[in-house]
Each structure stands twice: as C-alpha cells, then as structure tokens.
C-alpha cells in the first residue's frame, strides 16, 4: 500500500475506534439461500468464474526457480503450472495428448520433463511432447502437433495469474481494477513461499469466502482466538473493480499510539491486517508477517463442497519486524494455528449454513450494514453472471 493511502486508513480506523463506529454500507440487503444450493447457477459459475475468468492463483516464490512446477485442481481442470527454462511463469492444462491422463500428479516439485503414468509420453517445462513410447509401435505422429495445452497465464508484481480455459490473454492490471500500484508496493515478489495447506468444506465456495467478509463475528465466534488480538466490528471499505479491499485494526492499536504522538509515524503494520478479495475466488491478507492467499473453488460438482488452497508467504522483514516488537513466532505453528481456526470455527459455521439452505427453512440470509464486504462479493458475482444486485431490505 503507499504510503498517503496508509495514512488515510489509519485516519478512519482512528476516528472509528474514537466513535465507535465502522464503515457501513446504505442499508441491509438479503441474498437468497437458493445461491447456495442451485445446481443450475453453479454450473454457470464453474464456466464464468472458473473457466472464463483469470484467476489470481499464487506468488512468484510458488516457483521461485527454472523447472519448479506445482499442480492444482482449479474446479474439475487439473492444472499443471511451471516456471520454464527462461524463467517464464507458463500454465497448462494437466492432461496427456495421448488418452488424456493426468499427466503430473497433484503437488508441486522440480523437473526437466514429466512422463505420463500410463504409457510415459514425456513432455518438457514448455509443454512440448519430448518423446512416445516405442513409438515404433505406436506409429509415428508429429510431435510439435501435440504439446499440452496452454492456459492463459501471467506474472506480475510477483503475483500470477490464469485463466484455467485455453483461448486469450491476462491482463493483470486489468484483474487488479486499480489495485497494480499498491500490489506492487507490497512487495509480494521478494516474500518467499513458507507453507501449504488444502482445506475441504462441505459448504458453498462462496459460503466459505463469506466467512472472510467481515469482523462482525470476532467478537462472538472468534472470542477466545483473534478477538484477543483484532478488534471486532471495525474495517475501513474500498472497492477496486470487482475486487475489494478492507482494513482491521489490532487490539494493541491504543497502547501503541499512545507512545507515538505523531499519527505521520504510527507503524502501519504493528497497528493493521489488511483484507483483500480478489475477484472472483481469492483472499490476500497481508499482515507484519507477509501475507496468507486463499483461492476457494467448487470441487466434485456440488453446490455444497468447496476447496481452499491456503499458502503463506514471508516478508524479507519478517524477523526483523518482529523482533522489534519483542514477539516470537513459530512459523509453523502461526500457519497450522491459523488454519485451526478457519477449520474449527470459520468454516464450521459455514457448513452450518450450507446444511441450512439445503433444509430450505430459510428462504433468504441478511447481511447488515457493518458488513459491506459482502454487499460487494454477492453483488460482484452477480455483475459477473449478468444478475440483478441483491435487493434492499426496507428500514424500519
Ligand atoms: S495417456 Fe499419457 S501416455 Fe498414454
Ligand atoms: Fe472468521
């Protein structure tokens, strides 16, 4: 983030913590259950949102050298994403040109070339087919006719990018809506990659999204775990394009600006968590520590199970910065902490709802006006299908 737009969200997050209050959004809204359980509108979403549209799918130091390469399943495409001989960050659809096979098995790794598990047709890290098996007796065919597929795929500000369908470009600045310059700023292409972790949820992939959509609970479901450290109800509101960016502030904020009369010298990172969603599957937190990416996605074809791929990334100024503040973190403990409470409380919650919506005792949810990130991720879903905005719920 620069360093003016640092300054203007600690000046609200200041006068909020002083008024009590946060940023609302005009009024509350109601968003039907049935988004959550129509087979009809997931298949609509599989094609916009996770064929169609790029996706925002990890940082540079996923592959931080020539050959690295991780597969992931993006929806019901196994992808197989590679840093090639030139170092160029490229994308390809996971599947052998012979009967199909998946061709690299999920996970990540690094290689000269990849042999397929059912007759070893190899390929190498440009996705040209290398070699056939006896091909003799195969017969011959022409090699250069039958590399992998290219997906659509970029890097930039150390962030990367596909669309997980062949056909077209990325233009990241144009997924960012505005937000290039305060990625860039960030510095995401110098955090390194520390941990991994995939998480299921038997809930929509947009119910276990939601769960990152505002502050409002900490206070109750996440009392005895981040309320201790974040302050609950309290987020500044910005809108980037399709994409969203909110501001929580910590708890320690007033003991650490009572020591620094100057607000021009309040240390944004000691006194912040920063939110972002990116449309249309991502969560970026970036913190003091770096930052945690969260991509959720539909799996099995039902409206009702999600995968998250969580990773965490370090800031070259982690240890220092923390150390400055007298805090010791366990690095892997921090990560598996943290996925503790998405698993045991956040997404349990969800998995809550989603059994709810398909009980049908509810017709509608509600968000409020403290919560108007999730004005924002519905109504930007809608915009990407062509549905109308949630309807207003008349004030009484
Ligand atoms: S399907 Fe890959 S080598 Fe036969
Ligand atoms: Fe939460």
């Known amino acids: 983030m620069l360093k003016a737009e640092k300054r203007r969200v600690l000046r609200i997050l200041k006068d909020g913590i002083a008024n009590g209050t946060t940023h609302f959004a005009d009024g509350i809204i109601r968003s039907p259950v049935d988004d959550f359980t129509s087979e009809e509108l997931l298949r609509q979403e599989q094609q916009v949102f996770f064929k169609d549209t790029p996706l925002f799918v990890g940082l540079s130091s996923d592959l ?19 840093r090639d001989p030139n170092g160029q960050f490229r994308a390809f659809a996971n599947v052998c040109r012979h009967r199909g096979a998946q061709v690299v098995p999920d996970g990540k790794g690094r290689a000269e070339r990849f042999s397929c598990p059912f007759h070893a047709w190899t390929y190498n890290t440009e996705g040209r087919l290398i070699a056939v098996n006896r091909e003799s007796s195969f017969g011959s065919i022409c090699k250069e006719e039958f590399p992998l597929v290219e997906l659509p795929a970029a890097e930039k500000y150390g962030m990367l990018w596909c669309k997980p369908s062949p056909g077209g470009t990325v233009d990241v600045d144009d997924c960012l809506g505005g937000l290039g310059e305060e990625m860039e700023a960030w ?47 309290l987020q500044t509101h ?15 904020w007033e003991r650490i600006v009572a020591e620094i009369p100057n607000e021009e010298d ?3 990172f000691s006194l912040t968590l920063t939110v972002y969603f990116i449309y249309p599957n991502a969560i970026l937190l970036v913190d003091y520590a770096g930052c945690d990416v969260l991509r959720m996605h539909p799996v099995d074809n039902s409206t009702s199970k999600s995968n998250t791929y969580h990773s965490w990334y370090l800031s070259p100024n982690f240890v220092e910065a923390h150390e400055e503040h007298g805090v010791k973190v366990n690095h892997e403990e921090k990560f598996n902490g943290f996925n503790a409470i998405i698993r045991r409380e956040d997404y349990l919650v969800a998995e809550s709802t989603q059994r709810s919506a398909n009980s049908g005792a509810i017709s509608h949810v509600l968000f409020g006006r403290n919560e108007p990130a999730l004005h924002h991720y519905h109504n930007a879903h809608r915009r990407g299908l062509n549905r109308p905005e949630l309807e207003p719920v008349a004030a009484v």
Request: net charge negative; aromatic share 14%; glycine share 6%.
């Open 64 to 82: 931080p050298k020539n050959g690295n390469y991780k597969v992931e399943t993006i929806n019901d495409t196994s992808v197989l994403f590679v």
């Open 266 to 268: 309040w240390p944004f």
């Open 187 to 233: 510095g995401l292409d110098k955090m390194s990659h520390s941990s991994d972790q995939e998480i299921d949820a038997e809930a929509n992939w947009k119910l276990v999204i939601d769960t990152f959509g505002e502050n409002y609970h900490f206070d109750v479901l996440h009392r005895n775990s981040l309320a201790p450290s974040i302050k609950g109800n």
């Open 238 to 252: 910005d809108i980037y394009g399709m994409n969203y960016r909110m501001v929580f502030a910590y708890q320690n």
